[in-house]
């Protein structure tokens, strides 16, 4: 299934370069009070806002990017697919020492001080 992602995101990049258009996958999507917590099934998702709150990043893949203030993460693995728990290197915001941890599905954490989130691994087991 993520194999077949993976195809899906790779058609869609190639079919909007040749055609001029963007991507707005990686953009911050604001969420509400009543949305709380809200993830679509297979992402990782963080937020900006403590307890689920916030601007919202989703990841369902793999990634090096760089996610900035993040006080909440919730992970929305698919337990169908083999790779479902998310590994997560971070550190506190403003400092370099850098972290590993591991979300099983369903399982999220909230808190303060903020991190920066450098890297995204879908795994099997934490």
Not at 21 to 29: E, I, K
Request: hydrophobic share 30%; aromatic share 10%.
């Amino acid at each position: 299934m993520r194999t077949m992602k993976m195809a899906l995101v790779g058609l869609s990049s190639a079919a909007l370069l040749v055609t001029g258009g963007t991507m707005a996958s990686g953009a911050p999507q604001s969420v509400d009070a009543k949305a709380a917590w809200s993830c679509t099934k297979g992402a990782v998702c963080f937020y900006k806002g403590t307890n689920g709150t916030g601007t919202r990043y989703q990841r369902f893949v793999n990634t090096n990017n760089n996610y900035y203030s993040i006080n909440s993460i919730r992970n929305n693995g698919d337990t169908s697919e083999r790779l479902d728990h998310v590994k997560f290197k971070w550190n506190y915001t403003g400092q370099s020492t850098s972290h590993w941890s591991c979300l099983k599905p369903g399982k999220r954490t909230s808190g303060t001080p903020s991190i920066t989130i450098d890297a995204v691994r879908w795994v099997a087991s934490c």
